[in-house]
């Protein structure tokens, strides 16, 4: 029997961890690159789906900072694909209510990208269906650094009492300040780690890891993650008997 999607258990934060690009070409004998493009077009199947399911935040992993220590040509054509990707898409993502934010160090990409980060953003801002976080030169240990940062900034100017520094506090310092922490992480490929993504805003996301390398990762797949997320119970360190 074919189970359906509870409409009333839709989680409203999806992170995706899109690994097993290299993978994919490998096995077909392409260049590694055919398959960063064929990754472009799951990227947009999941955008799609998740914007039709009702979920307000969708956070794709994109281009981690260790990522600027591949081969030049790959790093180069990843930058090519990007460019492209945001010209092409914003239209859509436009007439499709969905606002485009990078997040990450911006500042680690060309002055070109950066001023084409910022258009995207202005131009889909009003998007009011769902958020769109491209996690670009993202790491989760610069996240957190960088709010330290932040916030000795702020203490120096007008002296912050320690016991102000609660857990929401922190979280406005991050680059996903404002939204919510993901409900459900899902990686491709089959590999069980993290990999430095949103390493504080995971704390209690629910993690789904499938075989299925990214480029053939498609609408069914994505669904079939979400119908796994809805068989969870989150418990949040209580007992079942209290969460029930
Ligand atoms: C991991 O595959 C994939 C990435 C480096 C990031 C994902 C990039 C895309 C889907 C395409 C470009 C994105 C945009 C927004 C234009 P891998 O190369 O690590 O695969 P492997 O582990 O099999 O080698």
Redesign the pocket.
Known sequence: MKKTIDTNNIPEHVAVI???????AKKKLFN?IR??QE??KS?RSVVETARDLGIKVLSL???SKE?WNRPKREVES?MK??KK?LVNETPDMKKNNIEVRVIGAKEDFSDELRELFEKTNLETKDGAKMILN?CLSYSGRFDILNAVKTILRESNNNRIDPDEITEQFFSDHLYTRGVKDPDLLIRT?GEMRISNFLLWQLAYSEIYVTKTL?PDFRKDDFIEAILDYQTRERRYGLTSEQVQ
Not at 18 to 24: I, K, Q, S, V
């Open positions: 899109m690994d097993g690009n290299g993978r994919w590694r398959g960063h990754g472009v990227i992993y994109a281009f990522n990843l694909l990007l990707y491209l490929s990214w």
